[in-house]
Structure formats: structure tokens, C-alpha cells
């Protein structure tokens, strides 16, 4: 398989989706629609989506079934994004080389924006056309399963320690809680989603559950050592913002020598994780390499 | 029936079970945590969750399998009420006579806080214990129904409406566009989830949603009166608020005199549409009149 034709189509089919579950902008008020649009369409990898989708198709399911899940995980990927940005929490003007939400579309559309987009992850998640074929016990569980990983304990909870951990010094377990929470929750999330979407057995959602884990994590620190390292252009962000602001990341803990070997050793464990699945589950090592190889 | 009592007691449940199904204080991050349930608790009427069970029990269903419910609404209505009241939207200090959210824990937590209640609405709505006793298309019946009046063609639109609307001339199409979504979209859907989970049958379920959307707006209406008319000490909030701010209002709109006959009007609407369903609505039609008369 050639990865980036694999992510190039996955992407414009979860684009796709994303187009028809969003309310139309014509539809009132359409400044909330439009907001919530310019967000998600703001050029995202949607790493979450195609993850969700890999790890279905990795004990069998089909894509379709698992499309507005799919689609689910990144409005709420995108909701964190405008909320995290506004100028009570991180004050970024820019995301993905575009202006972030508030700067466009004011403070106040910018918090509903988020809010409706979150809201809306669990309309499509619990819809007929997110279970056409599913038992209803199935759509249930996804429900719980990204629920949780959003909510106080799990990214919500990430994103406050995080914040509240600015300009301090922090321990190793408190950056891996942050680093677990904040993002490893939802990436984790997406691969469970999609074990359950596909029907996977008690060892299958297992070995998914550890590969999801550690690729969630291994995504973190290639995204902290990219903020480091990285060029303005490949972000779209300033480079060094976690470090002018205080944050704490696995370069300015461990180094980034010992960053990047700490990155490596996960995906190693991630793929290691996949052998029982065979090569079904060739899409997801070839991501766990594409997540950190990115950053070295 | 005496209904003093029966809104003390049906509130004394409500909070009990809002007190089992919101994550500890305890838990990491507390302070999170603990703003979560400095709003929950911050002596709320339960209205919408009181008209969830009530319409449970008018068809015939269990306390017990709706109070799930009737929690996720009361954390629907939280989250909207700290976000409102965010500096960037309704700059309000007070709330219920207490300083709101983002005064006690600043905007960023008051911030994440309402996300994480909204989340929490639903994990507890997918939740085991949320459907016991249920068949699970039931529950994602239920999940679509608040889900949908919640979100941007619901609670969140009239919201964004409300805003824009600020200062301006407005019609009287777009002052009931605004209530019946800011407010009745999330009152209906109490009504309409309860019957749902009582098992109301196709004319049952019409029934109680005509009540829910009269009874809805008639709630509005009695607010708006209230604001203008009300003593600081029953609101905990000050008194003319809407009218300084240039909000629209039914009084200002109609009048007060016409503002109350509307209300009376509705409520009156609201108690002939449970006509059929007998002696079991009391509580229903006890409610509509304590919401409009609480105004008179």
C-alpha cells in the first residue's frame, strides 16, 4: 500500500462526510454554521478519523458503518481546538496558518461555535443514519467510549492540568497525565470506537486498545518536538509556543534526544501490538510510523 | 396532590441522583470537578428534569429509569447557563444570588467546566444506568431528542439569535424564534424525553409535546415578566436586567398586560393538550400553572 494515497482518499472521504452531517451554512443563524464549518474545514490531518476508520476495517468492519463516527470524533477534535485557542485559555491568534475562531467570528460565536460542534458529534453519533446497520447496543457503547474520553476525565480533565501546570515545573507523571488526557484519550478513543464499530473480539480490541494507547502518546511527544523543531510553514503556528509560554512538553523534560527516543520505543510497542491482526491492520503500523516519523 | 411537595420532593431525588452521577470533587482535576458541581448546585428550580419525570409518570413509566435523564438535562441547562454568563456573552457577575462560574474559578475553567458538563450529559445518557431496564433504541431515541434540542438548530442557535439581536429592532417572528429555542427547544425536549422513556404511545407522545412547546414558551414569557416586574431576592439576579441590555423581551415587545394574556393563553393551550391523558398528567397541569402564575 502507498500511505499517502491511502490518507489522501480516507481524508476526502471523511471530508466528504463531514460536508453532509454538518448543518448547511444556510440554515439559521448561519453565522454559527458558518463558524463551525470554517473550523472544521480549516485543513485539519484528521489523524482521528482515519485512525477510527483503520482500526474498523483491521477486524473486518466496513467504512461506511464507521463513517459518522468518524466524522463525530473530529467535530470534537475541532470543538477542543476553538476553545482551547480562545483568550481566556491558550490567546492563539492562528491555527493551521488561518485565524483562529474568535478572531474571525468574535469571543461569543466562537465559545458556541465549539459547544454546538460538540453537541453535534453526539447528535450524529446516536442518529439512525450512525447506526444504519449497527445493533443499538453498539451505537451505545461508541457513545461511552468517546464520551469519556472528552469529558472531566479524560480530555477536558487534560487540557485543565495542562493549563494549570503553566509556568510551573512539573514531574514526569504529571506530563504524562497531561499528555495522556489532553490528546492520548481521544486518539485512544478513535481506535476503541473503531474496534467496537467493527466487531472486534475480546483479544482484537485489546491489542487495539494498546496499539491506540501508545500511538496517542508517541502522537504527543512528535507534536512537542515539532514545536520545537519544526519550520512556521509545516504547523501553520508560531514555533517554540509551548516554550515562551511556560508549557510543559518532553523536550524541555527529557530532552529531545531522549524525546524522540521515547517516541520511537511507543510506536514501537504500537506496532508490536498489531501482530495478532495480521495484515489487515497494515494501515494502522504504516500511521503509527507516519505519526512519528514526522518529527525525526 | 400538593404540589409544594411535590416539586421538594421530586427536587430532593433530583439532586441526590445529580450528586451520585457527576464525577467526585476528589478527582483529578478538582478544580474542574468542583466548578462542575458549584454550578449544578447552585440551587436550581429542576424544572426541566421535574418535566421529564412528570411525563414519564402521565404514560405510565418509572421514576427510576428516567432519572438519568432528567439528570443530563439539568447538566444541559448548567452548561448553558456558565457559558451565558461568560464575559464575552452575557457579562453576568451573579447567578441565583451567588457569583457565577468564571467569577469564582476565572473564564478558562468556567470555560471547561460547561464543556465537560455537556460531555458529561452524555456518558450519562448512553450510560448502563441510564438504560437499565430500557431497550437501547430507546436510549438513542432519547440522546437524539436532547441532543437535537440542544445543539445549533436548537438551544445553541437561539442563544447565537438572542445575541445578535442585542440593541436591535426585533419582529415578533424573531422574538419567538429566539424563545422557542433558547429555552422551549430544551423544555420540550424534557416532556418528549420523558414520554419516550415512559413508552408513550403515537397520540400520548403528540399529546405531551404539544403541552411541552406551549408550556415552553408560556415558561419564557413568565421569565421575561418576571425580570421586569420581580424583587431582586427572587430572581438572585438584578431586576430589568434584560431591559438595560436591550434584550428582547415579550413585555417590551407586547406589553405587560399582553405579555401576561399570551402566558395565560399558553398555559391554558398546554393543559387542554393533556386532556386524553387523564388523571396521571396532574402533575403536568399543576406545573404549567406554577410556571405562569409564579409571574401573575
Redesign the interface.
Known sequence: MDLETYLREGRMQVDQALDTFL?AEG???S???RA?RYSVFAGGKRIRPLLLLAACEAVGGGRDDALPAACALEMIHT?SLI?DD?P??DNDDFRRGRPTSHKVF????A??A???L???A??L???PVG?RRL???V??DV??II??A????GM??G???D??SEGQTIDFPTLE?IHTHKTGALILASIQAGARLGGADEPAYAALSEYGAAAGLAFQIADDILDVVGERESLGKGVGGDQSRGKATYPALLGLQDARGRAIELRDRAVAALAPLGGAAEPLRRIAHYIVDRSS
Open positions: 448543518p440554515l439559521l443563524p453565522s454559527l454554521h463551525m470543538y476553545h480562545l481566556a485559555m468574535g469571543e461569543a460565536i465559545v458556541l465549539g459547544d454546538a460538540l453537541t453535534e453526539f447528535i453519533l446516536s442518529s447506526n445493533p443499538p447496543a451505537g451505545r457513545i461511552q464520551g469519556r472528552a469529558g472531566s476525565l477536558v480533565g487540557q485543565v492540568v493549563m494549570e497525565y
